[in-house]
């Protein structure tokens, strides 16, 4: 066996491993906050938005408003599935 040779697999993996750990968490804690936050203001979003007539600014606020929920659900499913 060459001595010169150093194999530093374990040590790598687990540190790939801790990052894709801290990244899911971050996504998650990023979605529950999303989730949070759609809860709190749904009262005022169906009073100010829902109920007006609808037009392009009503549907750039509501892809605004979902595609960063959706996305970074997406993002976890893909995730957990590995």
């Known amino acids: 066996m060459d001595r010169n ?8 993996t687990i540190a790939a491993y801790w990052i894709l750990f801290v990244g899911r968490m971050s996504n998650t804690a ?3 906050v999303l989730i949070y936050e ?16 609808k037009s392009w600014i ?3 606020y509501f892809f605004n408003s979902w595609i960063a ?3 970074i659900a997406f993002q976890l499913s893909q995730c957990w599935s590995v």
């Not at 040779?5 to 790598?12: S, Y």
């Not at 203001?41 to 007539?53: A, F, M, S, T």
């Open 5 to 12: 040779r150093t194999v530093q697999f374990p040590g790598d």
């Open 30 to 32: 990023a979605l529950t």
């Open 38 to 53: 759609k809860f709190l203001i749904l009262q005022e979003e169906i009073d100010l938005v829902w109920c007006k007539r």
């Open 69 to 71: 929920p959706l996305w």
């Open 58 to 60: 009503t549907v750039f």
